[in-house]
């Protein structure tokens, strides 16, 4: 970007002077405006081009400018979220290479949100060095889980909620259901609190709450607010709650999930030793079984053969032409007729069969 710096002289020269010549002042005048337009069409050529970075084996786009005002949006809704500054430049990354002109449509737009992830992971997916792209790739997952945790749900603010919602507001033990009044104004207005036996509850003002909502589908939504005042509202006694932006999606599960049947090998292992000496020892005897859901952070196997709550397991399994393997441990099991549906946590996994896990629950990949 060309610098513009301040001209170094003084106001007075800038008093009109009887010997200058008018035609010379006209002259003049164009040629810097000109210089100015010049330097416009130059700032703006590059902040909507594309360009590519050469070199290294291989060559990954660099998406367009998303300017300034779409960039304080952004950042607004990144800081809302809770990404981290990693985070938040992957998420412009995204919406700059599938130039999003509005970020909170597509992040409330969990289908529009994945198309920008996958194209975005496919681009990644080919950078040179392999080191680098891996690294990426787990900065765009977990962007990428962020958003799933947050506001996909088509909520974002407290001031979308509908009259006549129902709040659940946690204060202290107690846990106490409210009806909204009205969301719209500088406040939040809701019912005051009432007890088991009907008696009014006057949480004292600046006190700092939690709240949950559920939605007509079931889907909840959590945020953090604090008591601002009490009013009376169409002669019926109202508490005032400072608005968020900041309304967390309760999601059932840390991380997304994809169910299907995946064919898998597990082999016992065993911790030898203590301390620093402590090892692991793969048994050598494969069970067969069938993954019939997976996450980054675990798997269900079905097996024929009983297993041990806490017994360890290397694991096994193809996902597309790539052999993916995880160190699980058993939570609890079901025993389903001959069968049993074991429940593993995965202890350890690599950083590329952590992003090939990722890419094949979001369904990124070219399967």
Do not use: W
């Amino acid at each position: 970007m060309i610098g513009l710096f301040p001209l170094q002289t003084s106001i007075d020269n800038f008093a009109l002077d009887s010997s200058v010549d008018p035609v010379s002042l006209i002259i003049g005048g164009s040629v810097l405006a000109a210089f100015i337009i010049v330097i416009v069409i130059i700032n703006a050529k590059k902040g909507t081009g594309v360009s590519r970075k050469q070199g290294g084996g291989g060559s990954s786009p660099q998406p367009a400018s998303s300017g300034i005002l779409s960039g304080f949006k952004l950042r607004s809704l990144a800081r809302n979220i809770g990404l981290n500054s990693e985070q938040t430049k992957m998420l412009d990354y995204v919406f700059r290479m599938d130039m999003v002109t509005d970020p909170e449509k597509s992040i409330s737009t969990p289908a529009l949100l994945d198309r920008h992830f996958r194209k975005t992971y496919r681009v990644l997916e080919q950078s040179t060095p392999q080191k680098e792209a891996q690294h990426k790739l787990v900065v765009l997952f977990s962007t990428r889980n962020m958003l799933e945790n947050s506001v996909i749900g088509g909520i974002s603010s407290t001031r979308q909620l509908k009259e006549d919602s129902t709040l659940v507001i946690t204060s202290g033990k107690d846990k106490l259901n409210v009806n909204v009044i009205s969301p719209k104004g500088d406040y939040l207005l809701v019912e005051t609190p009432r007890n088991v036996l009907g008696s009014q509850i006057k949480i004292a003002r600046g006190t700092r709450l939690t709240v949950m909502y559920f939605n007509k589908s079931n889907k909840g939504f959590s945020f953090e607010t604090r008591v601002v005042g009490y009013i009376s509202h169409n002669g019926h006694h109202s508490m005032q709650l400072a608005h968020s932006n900041q309304m967390r999606f309760l999601s059932q599960r840390r991380y997304r999930r994809r169910q299907g049947s995946i064919a898998c090998f597990m082999n016992l292992v065993y911790v030898e030793g203590s301390g620093k000496k402590q090892r692991l020892i793969v048994d050598k005897r494969k069970l067969g079984g069938n993954i019939a859901d997976i996450s980054v952070g675990g798997c269900s196997i079905k097996i024929m053969a009983p297993v041990q709550v806490g017994a360890r397991f290397k694991i096994e399994f193809p996902l597309g032409d790539v052999n993916v393997a995880a160190l699980g441990q058993v939570l609890r099991s079901n025993r389903t007729g001959m069968s049993t549906i074991v429940h593993i946590r995965f202890l350890r996994v690599s950083v590329r069969s952590m992003n090939i896990i990722n890419a094949y629950v979001y369904e990124y990949g070219r399967e």
